[in-house]
């Protein structure tokens, strides 16, 4: 694997870990942090400056949808790794 790949799933993981303390703290809600993740996708969606690809704005979006989705599994009180996540992300398209 690309160590660049193995470098972003280990900073995906840890802005995970990072948003479970802040929700814990109680510094912002599981719903804030959300709302900040929908607002850096619907950025880099409306982002016409760039024409990207498909697949480039997939890969674009694939660590704030993983980000949704552990934020989504700590509100329930689930976790899951890395590898659950990104089949997750695949699915959704």
């Known amino acids: 694997m ?3 790949n193995l470098q972003l799933k ?3 993981m840890a802005m995970a ?3 479970d303390a802040i ?3 109680e510094l912002l809600t599981r719903a804030e942090i959300d ?6 996708q619907k950025a880099v969606e409306e982002d ?4 990207l690809s498909g697949a480039n704005l997939a890969a674009i979006l694939f660590p704030i ?10 509100r329930k009180g689930e976790g899951a790794t890395f590898s659950d996540y990104a089949k997750l992300v695949g699915k959704l398209g």
């Open 48 to 51: 016409d400056d760039h024409e």
């Open 35 to 40: 709302a900040a993740l929908s607002n850096a």
């Open 17 to 19: 870990s990072i948003c």
């Open 10 to 12: 280990g900073l995906i």
């Open 23 to 25: 929700v814990e703290k």
């Open 65 to 74: 949808r993983v980000l949704k989705l552990a934020g989504d599994a700590g």
């Open 2 to 4: 690309n160590t660049a």
